[in-house]
């Protein structure tokens, strides 16, 4: 159906609609209007890392750990498959007279929040910290649900949470995220603005407020940024019953018809919850009128339309997308290259790793490698084959009958054992020792979701669980090499003498044990890198609460990490050559060309994030330290060099001032090439030596 069409047929329908079917079509539940040929429709359906509370469905890694790959093109194709497995559910669902929850075509991902604090149990659903990275694998994701055709839609994506959330999660009901211009435009809005203008067909506002506003129902944010400065055509939904807080826990209204009226009013067009039924008095009141519900409406049903809903089924060109897509070998093929291209190599002392296939005897210890809720994070699937990690070494050396595998739990993930039950024994007889360790979605995770966390779902510290680490010293103390594995959706703070090797794995999905076993004999080599930094303590970050940036992330924190954002080793070594700029002088509207020479000078091959930082000689006290403005996945054989082009835009050295304002101030700056973060002291954490050279700006 052609635009004008498709427009002319909505008015249609809404022209014959009274005003409490209007009304009713802006709940997430919306029921059939059968006089009018319009099915029921539930609008909540979540695919964060595949179709998720729906089934059988494909587990990818966790969304932290896609953007872990800094790898767009794969990311797309990720979610071009959940796509294909979201499709065919549906198809398999309206056959089955089944429209309920979570078997649509609307899905509420990606999070774009930024991962500012790593105490926030939901950042693992977050692309980490960094606004260029979350923008760019952010978009992938909605180019691979969405397709190629803005028209027609295969899916719908969802940016979410619009704007400043990342906790606290027991006070997101009533917290109001106080920030300044300067960080919000140049940390929390970067991402919503990108995807907004490449097609994002809709955003959800967040719980909190903002400059004293509830996000769902912000004048500023939806009217003036939103619709107004970024120009947004698709159409707004709530958190889930976050319009209910504006009179329950903001207490910025004083009804239920007064909170639907502010919502609506603002530009939020659907209610995940049960406050916009009171519309229909709000509107007779003349607290909101027909018009601006007739306007919500027309958003919601031009989705439904760009998503065929209203299509003859011969005119569908998904209809054949049915069961044997979901879960099927390619997606299963494709999880488990996720959690190879993810998993990032910390530590590799004595290049203990990869392990030989040789006579030896392994003992693998630890409360997460036979624990499937270690694969899984939040907001997943159900997959027929969780493949933990004994699973995945088990069969990794079945047939290798010189390899002892002894397996023991050894202490528990949520708390410390009985004394009398630790046992170490096995440790000192054993060649090698693998811990997996760390935390699960149990741990954290949303609110109400992760079930042994204290706070709600956060963390209250980083660190490694002391009880975890008191049996891993243990361990330690016997001499033995040891290898720990962690898993986890946000940063782990832990001694480095802790063990001779260190991967983390996030929660990598259905095929987490595979990829593990492989990576741990040498089949594949980890590449990951970190898309958040790891701070060495909890003592490092400011309070958890304040939602300036000064202090957080690579960009802004003056301290020594643990390890940097944009960090990971590889099983082969590469070597920055060097950095060359087309020009040394760069003016509004101009771009400058940044070449890259890069050596494996290792024996193995192996893929490198050349990663891209700008950066002023003389920073003002609130600028960055640096800032990622490019970066490119490689494979590069063993002894190769390779050649890389970047083309960074004046734009890339602009600076946002106080007023939120983006402005070119002009001076002398770096650009910076590297595999990891400049840190602000000399000591650097990257494989490679850094190579920086100046451009002045006029």
């Known amino acids: 159906?052609?635009?004008?069409?498709?427009?002319?047929?909505?008015?249609?329908?809404?022209?014959?609609?009274?005003?409490?079917?209007?009304?009713?079509?802006?709940?997430?539940?919306?029921?059939?209007?059968?006089?009018?040929?319009?099915?029921?429709?539930?609008?909540?359906?979540?695919?964060?890392?595949?179709?998720?509370?729906?089934?059988?469905?494909?587990?990818?890694?966790?969304?932290?750990?896609?953007?872990?790959?800094?790898?767009?093109?794969?990311?797309?194709?990720?979610?071009?498959?959940?796509?294909?497995?979201?499709?065919?559910?549906?198809?398999?669902?309206?056959?089955?007279?089944?429209?309920?929850?979570?078997?649509?075509?609307?899905?509420?991902?990606?999070n774009?929040?930024?991962?500012?604090?790593?105490?926030?149990?939901?950042g693992q659903e977050t692309y980490g910290e960094d606004p260029h990275l979350t923008s760019r694998i952010g978009l992938a994701f909605v180019k691979g649900l969405q397709g190629d055709d803005p028209e027609k839609l295969k899916v719908a994506a969802c940016a979410k949470h619009f704007a400043v959330h990342s906790g606290p999660e027991n006070q997101r009901h009533t917290?109001?995220?106080?920030?300044?211009?300067?960080?919000?435009f140049e940390t929390y809005l970067p991402a919503f603005k990108v995807l907004v203008e490449n097609g994002v067909e809709a955003v959800m506002g967040a719980y909190n407020r903002i400059f004293g506003e509830p996000c769902c129902g912000s004048t500023y944010l939806l009217q003036d940024i939103l619709r107004g400065q970024w120009q947004f055509k698709g159409h707004v939904v709530s958190?889930?019953?976050?319009?209910?807080?504006?009179?329950?826990?903001?207490?910025?209204?004083?009804?239920?018809?007064?909170?639907?009226?502010?919502?609506?009013?603002?530009?939020?067009?659907?209610?995940?919850?049960?406050?916009?039924?009171?519309?229909?008095?709000?509107?007779?009141?003349?607290?909101?009128?027909?018009?601006?519900?007739?306007?919500?409406?027309?958003?919601?049903?031009?989705?439904?339309?760009?998503?065929?809903?209203?299509?003859?089924?011969?005119?569908?060109?998904?209809?054949?997308?049915?069961?044997?897509?979901?879960?099927?070998?390619n997606h299963r093929v494709l999880a488990l290259e996720a959690a190879y291209k993810s998993i990032v190599l910390l530590k590799n002392d004595k290049n203990l790793l990869p392990l030989k296939k040789k006579a030896q005897k392994i003992l693998l210890i630890g409360p997460g490698a036979a624990n499937p809720h270690t694969l899984l994070g939040n907001y997943y699937g159900i997959s027929p084959r969780l493949v933990t990690i004994l699973e995945g070494l088990a069969e990794k050396i079945h047939g290798e009958y010189g390899i002892t595998l002894e397996y023991r739990h050894a202490c528990?993930?949520?708390?410390?054992?009985?004394?009398?039950?630790?046992?170490?024994?096995?440790?000192?007889?054993?060649?090698?020792?693998?811990?997996?360790?760390?935390?699960d979605g149990a741990m954290e995770g949303e609110e109400g979701d992760a079930i042994a966390s204290n706070s709600n779902g956060d963390r209250e510290t980083i660190e490694l669980p002391p009880w975890q680490l008191e049996y891993l010293r243990k361990i330690r103390a016997g001499g033995k090499p040891l290898i720990l594995i962690l898993t986890g959706g946000s940063p782990i703070a832990f001694p480095e003498d802790i063990a001779d090797a260190i991967l983390f794995v996030w929660y990598p999905g259905e095929q987490g044990g595979t990829a593990v076993a492989n990576i741990l004999f040498g089949d594949k080599a980890p590449s990951g890198k970190l898309p958040i930094t790891f701070p060495a303590s909890t003592a490092q970050l400011p309070p958890y609460d304040n939602y300036a940036m000064q202090g957080r992330t690579y960009r802004y924190m003056q301290e020594q990490p643990l390890y940097p954002f944009g960090f990971g080793l590889s099983y082969t070594r590469f070597r920055i050559d060097a950095v060359t700029l087309s020009t040394h002088e760069l003016s509004a509207g101009s771009s400058v060309q940044v070449t890259v020479q890069v050596t494996?000078?290792?024996?193995?091959?192996?893929?490198?994030?050349?990663?891209?930082?700008?950066?002023?000689?003389?920073?003002?006290?609130?600028?960055?330290?640096?800032?990622?403005?490019d970066f490119e996945r490689r494979f590069i054989p063993a002894g190769e060099k390779l050649q890389l082009c970047f083309e960074l835009p004046a734009s890339a050295f602009e600076t946002i001032n106080e007023d939120g304002l983006s402005v070119l101030v002009p001076g002398s700056y770096k650009v910076i090439v590297a595999d990891a973060a400049p840190l602000p002291v000399a000591v650097e954490k990257g494989a490679c030596i850094p190579m920086s050279e100046h451009i002045t700006v006029r």
């Open 239 to 329: 958190d889930c019953w976050a319009i209910r807080d504006f009179h329950e826990n903001h207490r910025v209204t004083a009804s239920p018809e007064a909170s639907a009226a502010k919502a609506l009013n603002a530009g939020c067009d659907l209610n995940c919850g049960c406050t916009y039924p009171y519309l229909t008095v709000a509107c007779k009141q003349g607290m909101v009128s027909e018009e601006a519900i007739n306007t919500a409406l027309t958003r919601l049903l031009r989705t439904r339309f760009k998503l065929g809903m209203f299509d003859p089924p011969e005119q569908d060109p998904y209809k054949t997308l049915g069961r044997d897509t979901i879960n099927c070998e």
């Open 412 to 439: 528990l993930q949520y708390e410390n054992n009985h004394p009398s039950n630790i046992i170490f024994g096995e440790a000192t007889e054993s060649d090698v020792i693998i811990g997996v360790f760390g935390l």
């Open 112 to 122: 774009i929040n930024i991962f500012r604090d790593p105490r926030w149990g939901r």
């Open 600 to 629: 494996n000078t290792g024996d193995q091959d192996g893929e490198m994030v050349v990663q891209v930082y700008v950066a002023k000689d003389i920073p003002e006290a609130t600028d960055p330290i640096a800032s990622l403005r």
């Open 175 to 184: 917290f109001d995220a106080q920030v300044s211009k300067k960080d919000l």
């Open 1 to 110: 159906m052609y635009a004008a069409e498709r427009e002319s047929a909505i008015q249609a329908l809404i022209a014959k609609m009274s005003l409490e079917e209007k009304v009713s079509q802006l709940s997430y539940t919306s029921p059939a209007i059968e006089r009018l040929g319009i099915p029921a429709y539930n609008w909540w359906n979540e695919c964060l890392h595949g179709v998720a509370r729906a089934g059988i469905a494909t587990v990818f890694p966790q969304a932290i750990a896609l953007a872990a790959t800094f790898d767009e093109p794969f990311v797309q194709k990720v979610a071009k498959a959940i796509a294909d497995e979201a499709r065919a559910k549906y198809n398999e669902a309206i056959t089955a007279g089944n429209r309920g929850q979570y078997w649509g075509l609307t899905f509420w991902t990606p």
